[in-house]
């Protein structure tokens, strides 16, 4: 007989961002190379490194942010209906997880999803019984030593931390602060870099400037980069909003 392969057509989504350039340089005078005890150059050599890979986290925080799939600790309605008491714990993170396989999100690293926390949500995990207790009653004696790590890193049931105090505390109107935790699926977002203009420390000694620096006095040390970041795809993230223990009340400025 005649077998027919059914033929299908693929779809591609287009998905944009605008790649930007950031940069930032300081002014070094020679006094300060000649007469200070610790090298000044690769000091700032190292301030601009740090300085860069913060500057493309927070850029990509940014547009994080905007998640719209969302998540209110004790299933609250809303941001502002987040109480003292909506604290991050694994049954919450295990209802993210719950989203992210139902819209058939895959594990990013080693069957893990990545989890992004501040350091006051950390906090409160692991005061967490339902993690603690899966360690201290866990046959496997390399969990336990996460006990005397600086930070926890993987936890029970297939989530992997990433603590930083750059996740965002935002505002609530009178019912104190609302973190943000991320849970990430595989392809949730993606970052852009242009190979033709690599991100780069830039060195200028005392001297290279020409007319600009007539008398050889100064050096400037600096970084550029181009980058982007861009949600890829809504479902393959979960952006929980929760308060944290550490603190309760209001701060102004955030």
Known sequence: GTFHTPAIVASWAEVTA????????????????????DPQISEYVDNMAEAMTELLDLVTRDVLLYATTLQYANGRPSSSAVVSGDFLNLLE???????????????????????????????????????????????AAGKQEQYFNTVLKDIPLG?????SSII??????????????????????????????????????????????????????????????????ESNMVLIKHQASVFTGTRAGL
């Open 18 to 37: 605008t790649v930007r350039q950031y940069g930032i340089a300081a002014y070094i005078s020679d006094l300060d190379i000649n007469q200070a005890l």
């Open 93 to 139: 993170l295990r209802r993210a997880k719950r989203t992210l396989l139902r819209a058939n999100a895959e594990p990013v690293e080693d069957g893990k999803f990545p989890v992004l926390i501040h350091p006051d949500t950390a906090f409160d995990l692991e005061g967490d019984s339902n993690i603690t207790n899966i360690f201290q009653n866990s046959a």
């Open 159 to 163: 989530f992997r931390l990433y603590e």
């Open 168 to 233: 965002p505390i935002s505002r609530a109107s009178g019912y104190g602060d609302v973190y943000n935790t991320w849970v990430l699926g595989k392809e949730a977002y993606g970052t852009v870099k242009l190979d033709s203009m690599p991100a780069k420390i830039i060195v200028h000694l005392p001297g290279t400037s020409g007319v600009s620096d007539p008398l050889d006095q100064v050096a400037t040390v600096g970084f550029k980069c181009n980058f982007a970041s861009v949600r890829l795809n």
